[in-house]
């Protein structure tokens, strides 16, 4: 199945102020996640950016809140963003049968709420290159439980070209740059 548009929205798991400097390739991660907010804010996809315990574990880093402007953000205490009402609710409202996955930790957060979503029936899409561990070992076991569960393991040029589906659309040739 690919990523359709009209039917996905971007979740951005706790990319937070003393969460990001302990993972594998922050800066790849933070990297591909603003160029995944950038295309669905310009495609007009819903992004939800999740913030777990901020009082202990910071803020959004402030690349991703520039990136996110004036999106939402969604503090939780459940693992599972599925878990917390304000942003279960919030998720269900938006209508999409498709949840596209990036954040931190993949083995806690981003899995926890994977197998939620995939519980109550959504498609999930886990994007690799913008998801991470403090360990590669959790990183690959969440990937390969998860793929072994059903859901999409994907990179962010996936999304970002399923989603604009063409080339020559204005969409495309502003975003280009970035993928570059």
Known sequence: MLIKPDQSCLIVIDMQERLVPAMQAPARTIKNTRLLIKTATRLSIPVMLTEQYPKGL??????????ADDLPVYEKVHFACMEDDEFAKAFRALNRKQAIITGMEAHICVMQTAVKLMDEGFEVFVVT????????????????????????????EM?????????G???FKELLPLIK
Do not use: H, M, N, Y
């Not at 910071?58 to 990136?67: H, L, M, Q, S």
């Not at 999304?159 to 080339?167: I, K, N």
């Open 58 to 67: 910071g803020r959004t880093v402030p690349d991703i809140k520039t990136a």
């Open 129 to 156: 290159d913008a998801t991470s561990s403090r360990t590669l070992e959790s990183e690959k076991a969440c990937l390969d439980r998860l793929q072994a569960i059903g859901a999409g393991i994907v990179t962010t």
């Open 159 to 167: 999304v970002v070209f399923e989603w604009l589906g063409q080339a």
């Open 169 to 171: 659309t204005p969409a």
